[in-house]
């Protein structure tokens, strides 16, 4: 039996051949079943295979090409995101696997370079110096500690070294003083990012000229339950932020935070919005929700571990080619789930046993781990052949 259903015509971009899906868990239910009629009839149907399955199967591998678009519908997110499990797994393996090695997993270690007394609302941060949590204020680290830290961090084996600074945006004597710890980071060998808050096109122009790899700045949730979240900045800002990093050439880090009540239409709308930016960004951080005691989101329903897998797998196809990283909340996470996140197409983690302030997992048990699973880390920019 011929199974192509699509008419010839039919390009998996328009906006027509996806109008016949309905509704959000229903979404492959289609609306006229002319297509389903014609290949049905009981001709060849395999054993435990409907037409309808064969369907649903052609329609992600339809989406799921593994060549980067920034066009997509928001009903193809849905329809990609709410896929059947084991669909959406073989998909999010297949993109996987045409552009990474699966086996290989890219290894960053953050360091809170300013921490705590941040002016921000965020919701979720233990960093705001609204809302009483155990952290400890602290002043902008010395440059040595910085490099001593580094350094620690490539013997562990990260190849790259992300700064975080709990501000709104950096003043022009906090962005020397960065510069000079990026400088220093990247004659380590490693490749640098930071994540200061919003920045400025000149202050991204800086950073740039000063070797900084990547910038991380995170959409964190969709457009509309943002106002949930943080009244401090609003959605543009970040949007804003993002298009300076870009425009100065800075690698862009940008992804979210699932678990923090939003719904399902949330997560979609958010991976709508960081694939369709004028380019993916090339690191995608998904973190779970770190409930901290004091903040307003600390006693949030526990998020499924299966959403989040879910997740992932969906960034993975929308976004081929960047690196998705299992990010914040590991510590939460068992063995399972942690392994079906890197089936799912994860290929980056933070590694050392601590975040900014909130902790993850012992890099003992992060090697037995990869070693079960095989997973070697990716080479760095120091192992880049240079011929
Ligand atoms: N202050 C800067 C900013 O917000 O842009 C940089 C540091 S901030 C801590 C970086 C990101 O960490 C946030 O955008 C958020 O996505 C993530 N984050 C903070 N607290 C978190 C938590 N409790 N759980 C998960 N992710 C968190
Ligand atoms: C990102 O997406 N997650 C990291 C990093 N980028 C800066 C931060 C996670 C922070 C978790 C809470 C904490 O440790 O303070
Ligand atoms: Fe401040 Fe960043 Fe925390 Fe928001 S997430 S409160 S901006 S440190």
Not at 280 to 299: C, D, K, R, Y
Request: glycine share 6%; with cysteine.
């Amino acid at each position: 039996m011929d199974i192509r259903i699509l008419p010839a015509s039919a390009s998996a971009y328009e906006p027509d051949t996806y109008s016949r899906f309905t509704g959000w868990r229903n979404n492959y239910q289609l609306q006229n079943h002319q297509e389903i009629r014609q290949m049905d009839g009981n001709q060849s149907k395999t054993p435990g295979t409907t037409c309808e399955n064969a369907q649903k199967l052609l329609q992600l591998e339809h989406l799921a090409t593994g060549i980067p678009r920034t066009n997509w519908t928001l009903d193809e997110v849905r329809s990609i995101y709410t896929a059947p499990f084991a669909d959406l797994m073989h998909a999010a393996q297949q993109v996987h696997r045409q552009n990474f090695d699966p086996n290989e997993v890219q290894i960053s270690t953050l360091c809170s370079v300013k921490t705590g007394g941040c002016p921000e609302d965020c919701g979720y941060c233990p960093q705001s110096i609204r809302y009483n949590t155990d952290v400890e204020n602290e002043p902008l680290m010395e440059l040595d500690e910085v490099i001593a830290n580094a350094t620690v961090a490539k013997q562990e084996g990260a190849t790259r070294f992300c700064m975080g600074a709990a501000w709104r945006s950096p003043k022009p004597k906090q962005m020397d003083q960065i510069v000079a710890m990026v400088e220093a980071v990247n004659d380590l060998g490693m490749e640098t990012c930071a994540t200061l808050g919003m920045l400025q096109p000149e202050q991204a122009q800086q950073l740039k000229d000063a070797g900084l790899d990547y910038y991380n700045h995170n959409l964190d949730t969709s457009a509309n339950y943002y106002k949930h979240i943080i009244t401090t900045r609003t959605y543009q800002n970040r949007l804003d932020t993002l298009q300076s990093v870009r425009d100065a050439g800075l690698k862009v880090c940008c992804g979210g935070i699932v678990g923090m009540g939003e719904e399902e239409t949330d997560r979609a709308d958010l991976l709508h919005t960081l694939a369709t930016l004028p380019e993916h960004p090339g690191s995608v951080p998904i973190n779970q929700l770190v409930q901290v005691e004091g903040t307003p989101l600390a006693a949030t329903r526990t998020f499924d571990a299966l959403e989040f897998v879910r997740m992932i797998a969906t960034a993975r196809i929308l976004m081929p080619r960047s690196h998705v990283r299992l990010s914040a909340g590991r510590e939460n996470m068992d063995d399972s789930t942690q392994a079906l996140c890197f089936l799912a197409g994860a290929n980056s983690i933070f590694y050392g046993e601590k975040l900014l302030t909130t902790g993850n997992p012992e890099t003992e048990a992060d090697r037995q781990l990869m070693a079960k699973l095989g997973i070697n880390p990716e080479p760095g920019k120091a192992n880049e052949s240079s011929v």
